[in-house]
């Protein structure tokens, strides 16, 4: 039997738990048309909203394509690099259209679980992707 520290173990299910997630969730594909919200078109008549540009700009970009990205292996099947591979997605948890709590990508990002082997994301960074899934993942 293998005896891994506490916090290596705890470590490892985690990362694992979250893969086995991911990867469940964004290559499921079904027929049907999930009951989520519309997704809004451009709005630039406020431009207190954050749009997915500025997320993808000063967050997704620097942060988070790297690793995931269609084609990547290991991306866990979540794409992060389009506003339609985001809002397409057969997870109806990545993002939800005005619940930043209730979003896997929000979650991930402000306890700090992503990105994986990097620094955590700067409270500004955080702020824009629950300004943007807040509003309504404006384009």
Same mark, same amino acid.
């Given at each position: 039997m293998?005896?891994?520290p506490l916090e290596r173990s %705890?470590?490892? !299910?985690?990362?694992? !738990?979250?893969?086995?997630t991911l !990867?469940?969730?964004?290559s499921y594909r079904?027929?049907?048309e999930h009951?989520?919200?519309? $997704?809004p078109d451009d709005r630039t008549d406020n431009p207190e909203l954050t749009?997915? !540009?500025? $997320?993808?700009d000063q967050v997704l970009q620097t942060e988070c394509v790297d690793c995931h990205s269609e084609g990547n292996p290991g991306n866990n099947n979540v794409d992060l690099s389009s506003y339609e591979s985001i809002t397409n997605c057969s997870n109806p948890v990545l993002v939800v259209p005005g619940n930043p709590e209730g979003s896997l990508l929000y979650s991930v990002v402000a306890r700090g679980e992503m990105p994986l082997? %990097?620094?955590?994301l700067t409270e500004h960074q955080i702020q824009l992707v629950r300004d943007w899934i807040a509003g309504g993942l404006l384009r």
């Open positions: 293998i005896h891994l %705890r470590t490892i !299910s985690f990362l694992l !738990s979250l893969t086995l !990867s469940w969730g964004c079904e027929e049907k009951n989520r919200n519309p $997704v749009s997915y !540009s500025l $997320v993808l082997f %990097r620094d955590p």
